[in-house]
C-alpha cells in the first residue's frame, strides 16, 4: 500500500498520457511482484526476520554455515539451494527443524522433543531460510512415480554409494534411507533432486547421465526404503543438578594423553569410566539429543549455551572436563574454547564423537534415570 500511494504522489506532477502509462506499468509490475511474493513466502515481519536471523546464528550456522551454504560441518546441507527452496513444502521444512533427522547430526530443535525453540520460532526460521534463499515455489504433483526398485537399487550402487552410503545411510551427503526424511520427501521431491541436483553444492545434476527411467527407478528404490515413523511425544526428564556433575566424585583424577592438546581417543575415556575416575562429561549438543541417549553421567551444555552461562557450577580445579558431540568436533570445540578462555585447564573433546562411541559398544543411558 504504501508504494502503491508513493508511486501515484510522484507521478502526479507527469503529463497526463506519460502517467497514465507509467501508471499501468508500475500497477501491474507491482501486482505481479505481490502476487509471487505471497505465492512464494508466507508473511514475515521485520521483527520475526531478525528473531530469525538471529537464532538461525545461534542454532544453524555451525553446521549449515553463517550464510547457510552448507558443509561448515558434519556435511550439513546448504539451506540456500534454489532446488531444495523451492521444492521443499513448508511443512517439511519445518518439521526437518522441528523434529530432525534421527541418528544423524540433525537434531530436532522442538521444545516437546527437548529442543530449545517453539513452534512459532521454528515456523518463522522456516518462512526466512525460503525468504533469503529468494525460490520460487514449484509445485510438484502428488501422484506417487512408477518404477522398479531392483533396477534401481544396482543404479544406486553404481552411482550415488560414494556419497549417500552403499544402505544410503549417508556419508558425505544426507541418508537418503532415513525414516524422517522418507515420512515427508515425496516421489517427485525424490526426483527432483536426482535430475536438477542441487545448485553449488556436491549433488550434480544426473538428467545428462542418467535415463528418465533409470530415474525414476531410483526413486522407487529410494522409497522402498521407507520404514515408517512419525513424531512420538516425549516424555522428559529433569537436567542434573549443579551438585551432580561430577562423575565419580570420589575417584582419582584420569591421567588422559591428548592429540594436538585437545582430544582424547573415546578408549581412554571409556576406560577412565570403567576404573570410576572423577570427571565432568559434557553433552554438547542440542538438548533433545540428550533426552534421547547419553553417555552415563553427562550433562547437557548444549553450543547454543551463551558464554557468561557455560560454566555455571563446573570445577575449576584439576577436574578433567570431556565434551562431547556428534559432529565429531564442531559443538564440542566451541564448548571447549569457551571454557580454556575463561581459564579452566583439564579439558577435551572425545575425538571420534558419540556415533562412533555408540557403534564400539561403550556405555549410554537414555535421559530418564534407569
Ligand atoms: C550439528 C550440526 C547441525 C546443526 C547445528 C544443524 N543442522 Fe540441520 N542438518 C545437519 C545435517 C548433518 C543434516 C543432514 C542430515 C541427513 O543426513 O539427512 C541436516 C539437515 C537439515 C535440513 C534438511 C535439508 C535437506 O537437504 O534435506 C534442514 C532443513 C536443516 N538441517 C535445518 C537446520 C536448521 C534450521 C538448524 C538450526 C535450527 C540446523 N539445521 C542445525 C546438521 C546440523
Ligand atoms: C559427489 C557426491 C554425491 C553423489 C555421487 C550423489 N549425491 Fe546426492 N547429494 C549429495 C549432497 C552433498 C547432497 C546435499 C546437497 C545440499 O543440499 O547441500 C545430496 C542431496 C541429494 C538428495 C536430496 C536430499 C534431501 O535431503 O533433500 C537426493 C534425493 C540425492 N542426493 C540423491 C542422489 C542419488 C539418487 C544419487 C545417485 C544417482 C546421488 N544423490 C549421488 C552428494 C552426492
Redesign the pocket.
Known amino acids: 500500500m504504501y508504494s502503491f500511494s508513493y508511486f501515484a504522489s510522484m507521478t502526479r506532477s507527469l503529463n497526463h498520457s506519460v502517467f497514465t502509462r507509467c501508471y499501468f506499468l508500475i500497477l501491474f509490475s507491482f501486482c505481479i511482484v505481490s502476487a509471487d511474493a505471497q505465492i512464494r513466502n508466507a508473511p514475515l515481519t521485520k521483527i520475526d526476520a531478525e528473531k530469525a536471523y538471529q537464532?538461525?546464528q545461534q542454532?544453524?550456522?555451525?553446521?549449515?554455515g553463517k550464510e547457510r551454504e552448507g558443509n561448515a560441518?558434519?556435511?550439513?546441507?546448504?539451506?540456500r539451494s534454489n532446488s531444495?527452496m523451492s521444492t521443499?513444502p513448508l511443512n517439511f521444512?519445518a518439521s526437518?527443524?522441528g523434529f530432525?533427522?534421527p541418528n544423524?547430526?540433525?537434531?530436532a530443535?522442538l521444545s516437546d522433543s527437548g529442543g530449545p525453540?517453539t513452534m512459532k520460532d521454528?515456523f518463522t526460521?522456516?518462512i526466512w531460510?525460503k525468504h533469503e534463499s529468494g525460490a520460487q515455489t514449484i509445485s510438484l504433483p502428488l501422484k506417487p512415480i512408477d518404477g522398479d526398485p531392483v533396477t534401481g537399487s544396482s543404479v544406486y550402487q553404481q552411482n550415488c554409494t560414494e556419497c549417500h552410503g552403499e544402505k544410503a545411510e549417508?556419508i558425505t551427503?544426507?541418508?537418503?534411507a532415513?525414516p524422517a526424511?522418507l515420512a515427508f520427501?515425496t516421489d517427485e521431491y525424490i526426483k527432483y533432486a536426482i535430475v536438477n541436483g542441487?545448485d553449488d553444492t556436491e549433488m550434480s545434476p544426473f538428467k545428462e547421465t542418467l535415463s528418465d527411467r533409470q530415474i525414476n527407478d531410483l526413486t522407487a528404490y529410494i522409497r522402498s526404503l521407507t520404514s515408517g515413523w512419525s513424531p512420538e511425544p516425549k516424555e522428559l526428564s529433569p537436567y542434573p543438578k549443579p551438585g551432580e556433575y561430577v562423575t565419580n566424585p570420589n575417584g582419582k583424577h584420569p591421567d588422559f594423553k591428548l592429540i594436538k592438546n585437545r582430544y582424547v581417543p573415546m578408549a581412554q575415556v571409556a576406560q577412565a569410566i570403567k576404573e570410576g575416575k572423577r570427571m565432568v562429561l559434557l553433552d554438547t549438543?542440542?538438548t533433545s539429543e540428550w533426552h534421547n541417549a547419553h553417555i552415563p553421567g553427562a550433562i547437557p551444555i548444549p553450543?547454543?549455551i551463551t558464554e557468561d552461562k557455560v560454566d555455571e557450577g563446573l570445577p575449576n580445579d584439576e577436574t578433567w572436563i570431556i565434551a562431547y558431540?556428534?559432529?565429531p568436533h564442531?559443538?564440542s570445540d566451541k564448548i571447549i574454547n569457551m571454557l580454556r578462555k575463561k581459564g579452566f585447564k583439564n579439558t577435551a573433546v572425545i575425538d571420534e564423537g558419540f556415533f562412533n562411541w555408540i557403534n564400539a559398544g561403550h556405555p549410554i543411558i537414555g535421559g530418564k534415570p534407569e
Open positions: 537464532n538461525y542454532y544453524c550456522a555451525l553446521c549449515h560441518a558434519d556435511f550439513a546441507p546448504s539451506l531444495l521443499m521444512l526437518s527443524i530432525g533427522r544423524t547430526a540433525m537434531a530443535y525453540l521454528i526460521l522456516a531460510l549417508g551427503a544426507p541418508a537418503l532415513n526424511f520427501a542441487r549438543r542440542t553450543y547454543y558431540c556428534a559432529c564442531a559443538a
